[in-house]
């Protein structure tokens, strides 16, 4: 029997974006992308995060890995971005919008300064992104844009109003975007990570201890998730395996999101 799994998720020759991939989600899923032999650009505000990251995909993947230093709010750098990028590979295929924040109050005492940030990162920037990367992706034979929104784009929660609405706000615009660049072959998807051991939600615990176990019992899969489990779905959702899936989000939360 043919293997046809190979090919179907085979992403040697094409080149991803990975914003906020210094450390935690956007890691694991460069680590993911490059593992299936894509050309990474590693794109995070953190340079020494960042360089760590390079230089274990270079050394574990033997893959092209190329750093850029960015602030997703910083339109001139977005432009340069994509300059830079297609200037190394050739063109870009896979954009993956990961890097985002979170910020905690409630909504009564929430600063405008807090709300405005939040929406800066997880939503306009994602905006601005996909905007500057729309015209190399047409040019690829693919495109694919996936966008890290979570699973409180489907909950409400008391202490993340700016949160869950940016991440609900993703979703939409990662819908609107699908129908809107099907005809350039291009396939938009969220993906939507359940409680992920990360240096942020790691920090967060830590003014909740109790956060850990409440989280293990409820969600089905009994564990926390880790970086490494968004993989699968990121090579999926950039490979010519997903080429009739677009618009969708989809939970990797253990099961978290069902429960
Ligand atoms: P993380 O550990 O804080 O990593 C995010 C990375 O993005 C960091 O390297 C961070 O740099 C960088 N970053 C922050 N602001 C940036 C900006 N303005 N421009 C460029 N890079 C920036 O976060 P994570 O837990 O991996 O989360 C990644 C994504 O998954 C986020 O969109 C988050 O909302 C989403 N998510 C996470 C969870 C979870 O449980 N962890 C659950 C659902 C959804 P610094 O090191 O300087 O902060």
Redesign the pocket.
């Known amino acids: 029997m043919k293997n046809l799994t190979q090919p179907l998720f085979d992403l040697t020759g094409k080149t991803a974006i990975v914003?906020?991939?210094?450390?935690?989600?956007?890691?694991?899923i460069a680590e993911g992308l490059a593992t299936a032999g894509a050309s990474i650009v590693i794109?995070?505000?953190?340079s020494?995060?960042?360089s760590q990251t390079s230089s274990h995909i270079r050394e574990t993947c033997k893959v092209e890995v190329m750093e850029f230093s960015?602030?997703?709010?910083r339109e001139e750098q977005v432009l340069n971005l994509m300059d830079e990028t297609i200037a190394a590979f050739g063109s870009l295929d896979i954009l993956v919008?990961?890097?985002?924040?979170?910020t905690i109050s409630e909504p009564q005492s929430m600063s405008m300064e807090d709300w405005d940030k939040t929406m800066?990162?997880?939503l306009r920037?994602v905006f601005v992104l996909c905007q500057n990367a729309y015209h190399h992706l047409k040019k690829s034979a693919n495109g694919k844009i996936i966008n890290?929104?979570?699973?409180?784009a489907i909950f409400g929660a008391q202490y993340l109003p700016s949160?869950a609405a940016s991440?609900s706000g993703l979703v939409q615009l990662t819908r609107s975007l699908a129908i809107a660049w099907a005809p350039d072959n291009i396939q938009a998807n969220c993906i939507?990570?359940?409680?992920?051991?990360?240096?942020?939600?790691?920090?967060?615990r830590k003014n909740n201890p109790a956060a850990h176990d409440i989280v293990v019992g409820r969600t089905p899969a009994g564990r926390?998730?880790d970086?490494q489990d968004l993989a699968g779905t990121a090579i999926f959702l950039a490979s010519g395996a997903s080429q009739y899936v677009t618009g969708v989000s989809i939970p990797v939360d253990g099961g978290y999101s069902i429960n």
């Open positions: 914003t906020g991939a210094g450390q935690g989600i956007g890691r694991g794109a995070d505000i953190n020494d995060t960042m960015l602030d997703v709010r919008n990961n890097a985002g924040i979170v800066d990162i997880n920037s890290i929104a979570s699973i409180y949160y991440k939507l990570p359940g409680w992920i051991n990360t240096p942020l939600s790691i920090e967060g926390w998730g970086p």
